[in-house]
């Protein structure tokens, strides 16, 4: 059914690791600047 099974997962472990990787480089900024910006 899928001939291609090798090279999607491989696609689809990187694509998730991209992800995994922005979220943890987005998500601390995004609760550290409203603490910063609370007075």
Not at 4 to 22: E, F, I, M, N, Y
């Amino acid at each position: 059914m899928y001939p291609h099974v090798g090279v999607d997962a491989s696609g689809l472990a990187t694509l998730r690791t991209t992800v995994v990787h922005r979220l943890r480089t987005l998500v601390p900024t995004a609760y550290a600047v409203p603490t910063l910006a609370t007075p």
